[in-house]
């Protein structure tokens, strides 16, 4: 009686509450698909907890909930997201990472075989990080209580001696750095949202920026700040360090990086690219002397082809982020207050 | 313009998709919220990634997900589980727990006063057991894709020197403990959800376990296993344990503690207490001459108060958990298949 229930769930090929509740099913499920697709010696350890060995030295921890809609999307999907932006967020601290965790919300009737796309993309993503998902955790709730799937990962890494790299050491004189063009993922979703079609497919810039960051920090251990503009774009990003660094910015508008196919998308969606989400780009602030050769450096690797220098940190008490625009006047990129792309990551 | 938004959002005191933009509304909502009541020098570092000091030593990771419906129930709710609930899993590694992140998936509409209560408790979960959060995330999505709140929070310990806790170290002759009366949490929440009342009201046994696992360890390093019997109750605990340990379990029904009125509830609601879910107790698996050491201490301890020695571990590769029963009979102890209670925790 009690196999019936899990064959019948099968035979659904759906979530189910089962999947849930601590039982059979729920052991079939981590076995079947978790372990399968991600499984490492850690992972297999099969306990609530992960031993891990780690090196000396200080460490970062970052969290990331992603509840992207749609899940699948040009260039990537949750799975792929779930792994990029966390890792993401704890190499913007100038930390090598470490390992994964991942703690699934699946919703009743969610398809087993996108839970599984998306399990096997999210392997597919560690693999080429190099780092390991090594303990996560399964929850179940009622059609109608959730989305599909929602994915929260935690991330651990080590932070290298000497780097101490935060948005508090913004400095007037510094200058700003963007690895590449901005809006590509932001773009890349509410097309597929709102089913435009252009003629060449606008794909997500979604990456793990773990190399490029190690490589930066390994020619200039004094790197300031790194941060991923993500929601609320490079506009949002800017602003948070400029208040962190209580600090202000002058970017020049002629040197952000912009695909023309996301710029026409943009301008049809009625978006500003300067709000729109990116998942694999990086902003880096050095002092003046460093950036060509972290420029140089960035553009020889494939995921910094495109970077740039954008502009320069200026002394500004009130924090306002200024940018001169290509009819040689002076704008504020101000803070976005209200919403303008839901549930982009 | 910008600020109208935000007071708005304010005026209407509940969550809207702008607290997930990445904006100001966001900005306000962490600052306001959950640095005002999570606060603690680590995570007022305000970047996306937490910078933290670890002692040497072997590291534990552990990452639950809460999706417990009510949020609020007798003796907790989703904030102060969310705490205990992944300590415990640190510690069941035989680790202390050093540091928290915390992962907010919101649903649009949802009241800021709840939210605020459930921070509050949160943070008060966090500084009785003295584990701060550090970093967190929020994601907010659409009325109707989520169900007010889901937190997912990950835990890191450090495990002393010595100690090797891992269910693959049951062996035949060692002695299971459990620290006490099962059932407690499950009945809370069935009883808050069929709107049973009771004599005398039951509570949720939600409590953090590391500080009664320390002195336990601190007594007996060579503890064999540690488990919370969470999801599935004790059932799905020791048949787990079971199976990595490859061995078998004789069970006496009539030393396993339980409460009378949750005996009677379970009765009522037609749930077999041994599979319904527990959020302060564990499990130990130690040499038979440990065993009265180990119950002593755990005993004099509030947490372990009821403390007992429920049987023995046997050699069976069938790995079956048998239970003597009060009519001098013997049962099978099987693995729960379907689910007995849906968003437990």
């Not at 609530?48 to 921890?61: F, H, K, N, S, T």
Request: glycine share 12%; aromatic share 4%; charged share 20%.
């Amino acid at each position: 009686m009690n196999m019936a229930d899990t064959r019948a769930s099968k035979r659904t090929g759906a979530i189910d509450m089962t999947h849930g509740g601590g039982g059979r099913a729920m052991a079939e499920l981590i076995r079947d698909l978790f372990h399968r697709h991600l499984g490492n010696p850690i992972l297999a350890q099969g306990n609530d907890a992960a031993l891990i060995e780690v090196p000396p030295g200080r460490l970062v921890m970052a969290t990331d909930g992603h509840v992207i809609s749609p899940l699948f999307f040009p260039g990537g999907d949750i799975g792929s997201l779930s792994v990029h932006g966390t890792l993401n967020d704890v190499a913007m601290a100038g930390a090598r990472p470490l390992y994964l965790t991942a703690g699934f919300i699946l919703e009743e009737g969610f398809p087993l075989a996108d839970l599984e796309r998306i399990v096997i993309s999210m392997a597919h993503a560690a693999r080429e990080a190099g780092v390991p998902v090594i303990t996560g955790d399964t929850k179940v709730v009622e059609k109608g209580k959730g989305d599909g799937v929602f994915i929260t990962t935690t991330g651990l890494g080590v932070v290298p001696e000497g780097v101490r790299v935060c948005a508090d050491r913004a400095k007037a004189g510094q200058a700003i750095l963007l690895s590449g063009p901005i809006g590509d993922h932001g773009v890349a979703i509410m097309s597929k949202r709102e089913n435009l079609e252009f003629e060449t497919e606008i794909l997500s810039d979604s990456a793990a920026l773990h190399g490029l960051v190690a490589e930066m920090i390994g020619a200039v251990p004094q790197i300031a700040v790194l941060r991923d503009p993500t929601r609320g774009g490079l506009a949002a990003t800017l602003n948070e360090i400029a208040r962190s660094g209580n600090v202000g910015m002058m970017l020049d508008e002629a040197a952000i990086p912009l695909r023309p196919d996301v710029a026409a998308a943009c301008e049809m969606l009625g978006l500003d690219p300067l709000y729109v989400a990116n998942e694999g780009k990086l902003v880096c602030l050095c002092e003046a002397a460093d950036a060509d050769k972290l420029i140089a450096l960035m553009r020889a690797n494939p995921l910094g082809k495109d970077a740039a220098r954008i502009g320069t940190v200026t002394d500004d008490n009130a924090n306002l982020v200024q940018m001169k625009t290509g009819f040689g006047g002076t704008r504020v990129v101000d803070w976005l207050a209200g919403e303008q792309l839901p549930r982009i990551c």
